[in-house]
């Protein structure tokens, strides 16, 4: 059988691709800080590199796929450590098993990206400077801009990254999807805030209806990471209800 890694597995969109991942007859590896077969810390780069050594153990280097869903929205620097370095260090040190599988990587952005972001935080995270980066999201005044920043940061990163010989060459292809508003843990306070409902459904229109389950993310996720995918890379899919295409129809 396939063997599936999921970082953030312990909640939403995480836990809800790996019940779909075991309802296939697939193997899914969790990864999280609680509640799951690896338990790491992906903010800091020793919780990375145990984490790297303890997925390698646990799937005997096998690994068909790596979906990284685990990721922060609360307006700290510690958002530059986990949803940026929590990602590409993970990707970079799982990449030769995951080339020697014929494996294929997942990465989950956000609408966010699209969204204002603060140019000195970027520009770090893109020198794969983390302390640099702590600093400058640590300067930004307004701190729901450090979210997008490493979203934004993030998808430039693949984007860079996934046409190299180390992964295209290599035979391993590496998307995004980028998800609208979505119903986990993470939004829960937010939709029960009338106040901040509103001000997000205004910032994230949805015209084809309603916030999309964690299920219908990890579906599109898992296609990514699919054998039916021999040919799509460096893509950023927008599983949004038409948000993106709603606020930025001239840009592809
Ligand atoms: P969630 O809060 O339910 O799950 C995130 C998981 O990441 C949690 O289980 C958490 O423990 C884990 N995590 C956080 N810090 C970690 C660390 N240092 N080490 C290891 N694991 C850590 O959130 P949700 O909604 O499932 O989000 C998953 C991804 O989807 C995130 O990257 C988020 O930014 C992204 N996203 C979510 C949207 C939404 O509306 N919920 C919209 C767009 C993107």
Known sequence: SRKIVVTGAASGIGAAT????RARG????GVDLR??????????PAGRSEAVAKILEATDGQIDGLIT???LSNNSTMQVNVNFFGTTELVEGLLPAITAS?????????ISATQPSDAATVEALLAGDEEAAVEAAGKVERVQAIYPSTKFALVQWMRRNAGTPAFAGAGVPMNAIAPGVVLSPMTDALIADPKMKAIMDAAVPSPLGGYASAAEIGQALL???AAENTKMTGQIIFVDSGAEVTLRPADH
Request: charged residues 15%; proline residues 0%.
């Open 18 to 21: 790996v019940a779909l991942i």
């Open 26 to 29: 697939d193997v899914a590896i």
């Open 35 to 44: 509640d799951v077969e690896v338990i790491a810390d992906l903010s800091t």
């Open 69 to 71: 869903c685990a990721g």
């Open 102 to 110: 014929g494996g294929k990587v997942a990465l989950v952005a956000s």
């Open 223 to 225: 296609w990514l990471v």
